[in-house]
């Protein structure tokens, strides 16, 4: 069984997301970087982060199901005194995945994966942050190159925050 089959049977086996209807999916692509300090919404079919994104001041960053995120590089999220809600379903997962997936590999270089997503100083007053309905795939934690020396961020048990009904592949932190 193909990988992505996998992944996305493991979400399957999970209840459905509740009832939030999505937004419809864009065909055209987005390229995004940099700061994001207010409220914004992906609904691209395609995401492509060109740079580190920080969620900031209390900003809210909407990722539509059916939208697939990737980064061109080793960068990552960063939420920052802000909020991702993440609206992934089964049949339409929102997918967080490198731009060169071919070249990833268990080393610890940058080769082929991403930074992950870390949540920084998320005040209790702010809206929730929540990844409901995702794939997390090629995000690695290279010690000395992340926000802390190495702490991963995404996969498996290197996930900071909350998490529901997703699915982690090829994915590794490491200290």
């Keep these: 069984m193909p990988a992505a089959d ?19 999916v ?8 940099g700061d994001i300090a207010q409220d914004t919404l992906w609904d691209a079919a395609s995401v492509l982060v060109t740079a580190d994104v920080t969620i900031r ?21 960063v939420v920052r005194d802000g909020a991702l809600q993440a609206h ?18 268990a080393s610890q270089d940058t080769a082929g994966c991403w930074n992950g997503i870390t949540f920084l100083n998320v005040p209790a007053a702010n809206p929730a942050s929540f990844l409901r309905g995702c794939v997390l ?16 961020r995404a996969g498996g048990q290197c996930l900071d925050g909350p998490a ?3 699915a982690w592949w090829a994915t590794r932190g490491s200290k």
Aim: proline fraction near 13%.
């Design 137 to 152: 795939e090629h995000a690695k934690a290279v010690p000395g190159l992340g926000l802390d020396d190495g702490a991963p």
């Design 164 to 166: 529901a009904r997703c």
């Design 26 to 33: 864009r065909a055209t692509p987005l390229t995004v970087a």
């Design 57 to 77: 001041d209390g900003a809210v960053l909407t990722v539509a199901s059916g939208v697939t995120v990737r980064f061109d590089g080793y960068f990552g999220l």
């Design 88 to 105: 992934g379903t089964p049949q339409q997962p929102v997918v967080w995945t490198t731009a060169d997936p071919g070249a990833f590999d």
């Design 6 to 24: 996998v992944v996305r049977g493991a979400i399957a086996e999970h209840e459905a997301s509740p009832s939030v209807p999505p937004p419809p």
